[in-house]
Structures are given as structure tokens and as C-alpha cells.
């Protein structure tokens, strides 16, 4: 239960209809979304965040603790989480019909997606419906076919038509929309993997990424202002990496596809980091942006919400120097390199565990990396990825060379292999627990030979 005096003291939005869109496996729902029609046309729209700082106080063992973790771990079998399953799942969690505490931004709006007027606050809320991407994603497309009275469906059409005039105004301003699809695994109940899929991000997505975007930069600019804050920043691409893909794109033409220029344009791309240092976000094209909206798995959005409180509900002074807070800032950053490679190397592994299924199969991909010692392929049904040593590319000894430039291997007889292109191979090894694939070549004529058999 929730004191009664606190909920006195925020602002009360239990009877704005609200409700939150996260994956079907999801359980800490750790964000929402409230809609409310004004009588002058406009709308009013909350992006609400649980109020983790309101439970996690500094200097707690259970604040020492998320701050050495950073950020919770999704690896393909587990979560690891970055606070205890009572706060995440239970006291912070937005579960529908619940009173919870909340961190939001209050967004007064006209139907052209113009933010008219804001207003940061603390709130008490009350969710109405929970769902995840999919249902939220045929309410989208119900609404499409016929118009719906109900208040859910109603919501989310209104929401999803701001969000695309907020996206649309984004890429216009020359925000990068490179969208990868995920990979996921369908476990059996001794954790081996029995199917691959992969949900490609659809409209439902870009509604809640919207909305969090908007929250995310609007908290940046007005906490942000002249203090020193926790900034999300994005440096320019590496300029000789983005002319060399670009040279290889005019060079090839259609003959190489544009997810292989995707991958490229990607490698090219600086890591996003957390400073204190305001550089801007390049990759969505924005001066000013933080991470402010998920405070139950990563620490920096904690800290925003700590700084907000400071700055702007309650003008306290800040008790730490900007040098104590950008060495917090390049530990998360460091957190989150370690997560996301641990994440990696899970996936490495299960894809090494789904092939040892299919040693000596020949399947079909394509090259996906070019080094000095081999060729990365991808494969094209279930995108798992392996290496052809140079070994094995050279049974008779021939010396291939690594044209860095052109993104390819050409040998000494003048033949070449170049990213992107079509291959066929046959899976040879499967290190599980290294999560390495070895490939070998399959020639056309051997291939040939294979089918006929």
C-alpha cells in the first residue's frame, strides 16, 4: 500500500485513462501512456515512469548494489536484473489496476504533434490496460479498417498518428532509421533451442519509442539547462568508414543489397555513451537527449531522475561535482559495453547449440564480414553466423589477399569474395561453449553433385 500522504503530495492521474505496450514476456513494466481528449481540441498525453528513486535512496545497499550492476542483463535464456524482484516486478512494476508511484512528463499537444506546453512531475497513476506489442499492433490495424468507440482503441489511434508525424519530423531532421530485426529463440524445457524467430519492430513500437523519445529530450533540455546533468550522446561516424561505404555503394550498384549497406553504415556509427559533456546525439538528430525512461533496469536513468528531483521539483543543491558525476557516467557507459557483449555472447551461444543440430548440412547465406583470416557468412533461414577459415578457403596453398577498401578477399588467380555476396556452405563444427560456427565452401559444381545425391 501506498502512504496516503504521498499520494497527496503528487499530482493525481488515476482518472486518466492509461496503459502500457511491452513484449508478451515482459514484467516489469517500468513505463505508460495516459490520453485525455481537452475541450479545446487538444490532447493531453502522460509518459509516465515508475518512480524507482522514491524506493532506491543513495547510499542504500540496495542502490550500491544496481550501481555496480549498471543495467539489467537479458541473455536468451535469463534475466538478470538490475534491482531485486520485489522492486522491479512488484512495487515498481505499473501492473494494471494498481496505484503507483511515477516520475512523468505531462504533454499538453494538438493533433499535429506540436508540443504546445510540459510539465514534469510526480504523479500517482493507475493503469487500465496492459499490452504487449502485438495486441497493441491489431488494435493499429483494426483502426485502419473501421473506426472503434472503444477507449483503448481510440487512444492508440490518436497516439500512433502523433507518433508518426513525431517520427517523420526526426527523419526529416536526419535522424538515422537503420532497423534491425531481433532474433529470438523458442526454447524447449531443457533450455535448447527448437525454433528461431524474429519480430521486426512495426508500428506499435515506433508509438511507444516516440513518446519515450519526447520524454527523454524534453527532460534533457529543461533539467539540462546550464547544470551539470547525465547526458545520452552520440558522436559523429567515423567520416573515412561512412566515404569508404559510401565509394563501395556507387562501385557495386545494385548488385549489393541494401541490408549490406545497412550493416556497414552501422559499423561505422561511434558508441553511445552517458556524459556530462553535451555533444548531441547524432544518430537521432537531437542536441539535447538523456535517458530518463528506464529507471528499473538502467542506472543512469536513475540518476536523471535524482537530478530532476533536484533541479526542478525541489531546487535542492546537487551534493556531488560534475568530475564524481561523469566518472559515474563513464562507469554505466562501461556497464552496458559489458552487457551488451555478455548479451552477444549469449546469443554466439544458442546459435552454436541450434547448429550442432545441422552438422554436415549445406545451407544457403551470404557474407556478412571480410578479414585477413576468413570469411563471416550469415546464414539466410536462421541467421546464424560462422567463419570459413582462410584454411579453408586455401586447401591448395593459394594466397588470398584482404582488400580492407573494397570489403573483400581476392586471390592470386583473380577470383574474389566480396560482403554481401551469395554463398553456399556446410557446417562443420559447433563450439557451444566458445558460441563459434566453423562453415566450409561449397563449390557450385559440388553443389551440384550434393543435389543430384
Not at 139 to 144: A, F, G, P, Q
Request: glycine share 4%; hydrophobic share 35%; proline share 3%.
Amino acid at each position: 500500500m501506498i502512504d496516503e500522504k504521498e499520494i497527496l503530495r503528487r499530482r493525481d492521474m488515476r482518472e486518466a485513462f492509461t496503459f502500457t505496450i511491452d513484449p508478451a514476456d515482459a514484467k516489469d513494466f517500468d513505463d505508460a501512456l495516459s490520453f485525455e481528449e481537452l475541450e479545446d481540441g487538444l490532447l493531453r498525453i502522460g509518459v509516465h515512469i515508475a518512480d524507482v528513486s522514491h524506493y532506491v535512496k543513495p547510499g542504500t545497499k540496495t542502490d550500491d548494489d544496481a550501481y555496480k550492476r549498471g543495467t539489467s542483463v537479458y541473455l536468451v535464456d535469463r534475466v538478470i536484473p538490475m534491482l531485486p524482484e520485489e522492486l522491479c516486478n512488484d512495487l515498481c512494476s505499473l501492473r494494471p489496476g494498481e496505484d503507483k508511484l511515477c516520475m512523468s512528463v505531462i504533454f499538453t499537444m494538438d493533433r499535429d504533434a506540436r508540443v504546445l506546453k510540459h510539465k514534469i512531475c510526480r504523479t500517482v497513476i493507475r493503469s487500465d490496460a496492459r499490452l504487449n506489442y502485438d495486441e497493441a499492433q491489431q488494435i493499429i490495424e483494426r483502426n485502419m479498417q473501421q473506426s472503434s468507440c472503444q477507449p483503448i482503441a481510440e487512444a492508440i489511434a490518436t497516439l500512433n498518428s502523433l507518433a508518426a508525424k513525431l517520427r517523420a519530423e526526426r527523419i526529416a531532421n536526419g535522424a538515422l532509421t537503420i532497423e534491425q530485426d531481433e532474433m529470438h529463440f523458442r526454447l524447449d524445457e531443457h533450455h535448447h533451442p527448437v525454433e528461431i524467430y524474429f519480430e521486426q519492430p512495426n508500428e506499435a513500437h515506433h508509438l511507444i519509442e516516440e513518446f519515450m523519445l519526447l520524454a527523454n529530450r524534453t527532460v534533457a533540455r529543461e533539467a539540462g539547462s546550464g547544470r551539470p546533468f547525465v547526458y545520452r550522446v552520440h558522436d559523429l561516424p567515423d567520416q573515412e568508414k561512412l566515404e569508404a561505404v559510401k565509394t563501395f555503394k556507387r562501385k557495386m550498384g545494385s548488385r549489393v543489397s541494401p541490408q549490406t549497406i545497412d550493416l556497414l553504415t552501422i559499423r561505422a556509427q561511434a558508441k553511445a555513451v552517458y556524459s556530462t559533456y553535451n555533444i548531441g546525439h547524432f544518430g537521432l538528430a537531437f542536441t539535447h537527449y538523456t535517458h530518463f525512461t528506464s529507471p528499473i533496469r538502467r542506472y543512469p536513468d536513475l540518476m536523471v531522475h535524482r537530478l530532476v528531483e533536484k533541479y526542478i521539483l525541489t531546487g535542492k543543491k546537487l551534493s556531488l561535482s560534475r568530475e564524481e558525476l561523469e566518472m559515474m557516467c563513464e562507469h554505466c557507459s562501461a556497464c552496458e559495453q559489458d552487457a551488451t557483449q555478455a548479451e552477444r555472447d549469449s546469443v554466439k551461444m544458442f546459435q552454436a547449440l541450434w547448429m550442432a543440430d545441422h552438422i554436415g548440412e549445406t545451407l544457403a547465406g551470404h557474407i556478412s564480414g571480410v578479414t585477413d583470416f576468413g570469411l563471416f557468412v550469415q546464414l539466410d533461414e536462421s541467421r546464424c553466423e560462422g567463419l570459413i577459415h582462410m584454411a579453408n578457403l586455401s586447401p591448395n596453398g593459394e594466397y588470398w589477399q584482404h582488400d580492407e577498401k573494397n570489403y573483400r578477399l581476392v586471390c592470386e588467380g583473380h577470383e574474389s569474395y566480396t560482403i554481401g555476396d551469395p554463398v553456399m556452405v556446410k557446417v562443420i563444427r559447433a563450439d557451444v561453449n566458445k558460441g563459434q560456427i566453423d562453415f566450409e565452401l561449397v563449390e557450385n559444381n559440388a553443389l551440384e553433385t550434393i543435389n543430384d545425391k
